[in-house]
C-alpha cells in the first residue's frame, strides 16, 4: 500500500541515525493513515458479505414462526398503529 511504502521509505532514511522531531510526527501521520485506511477496508469487507447473503429465507422463516405462535397479527396491528402515529405527527410538523 501507498503509506506502507512511505512508511518504510522514512524509516530507511532515518535507520543510520536518529530521527528528528519531523520524521516522528511524519511517522505517526503515516500510522495513522495506514490504521484508517485498513479499518476502512475491513468495514468494505464487513459489507461486501452482509450485501452477498441472502436473508430473504430467515425473514420468511421468522414470519411462519411468529404465525404459528399467534403473533404475527399483534405485531401488524402495533407496527400499523405506530406508522399512523408517525404519519400524523410529520402531518402536524409540516402543517
Known amino acids: 500500500m501507498k503509506y ?3 512508511i518504510a521509505e522514512l524509516k530507511a532514511k532515518t535507520s543510520g ?3 528528528t522531531e519531523d520524521s516522528v510526527i511524519e511517522l505517526a ?3 495513522s493513515l495506514l490504521d484508517a485506511e485498513m479499518s476502512k ?3 468494505y469487507r464487513l459489507d ?3 450485501r452477498r447473503h441472502n436473508y430473504m429465507p430467515l425473514i420468511v422463516n421468522l414470519l411462519q414462526v411468529m404465525a404459528d405462535q399467534g403473533t404475527l397479527g399483534n ?3 402495533t407496527a400499523k398503529k405506530k406508522t399512523e402515529e408517525l404519519s400524523k405527527a410529520q402531518a402536524a410538523k409540516t402543517s
Open 48 to 50: 461486501n458479505v452482509r
Open 75 to 77: 405485531f401488524y396491528e
Open 17 to 19: 541515525g536518529e530521527m
Open 29 to 31: 501521520r503515516l500510522e
Open 4 to 6: 506502507e511504502r512511505e
Open 41 to 43: 477496508w475491513k468495514q
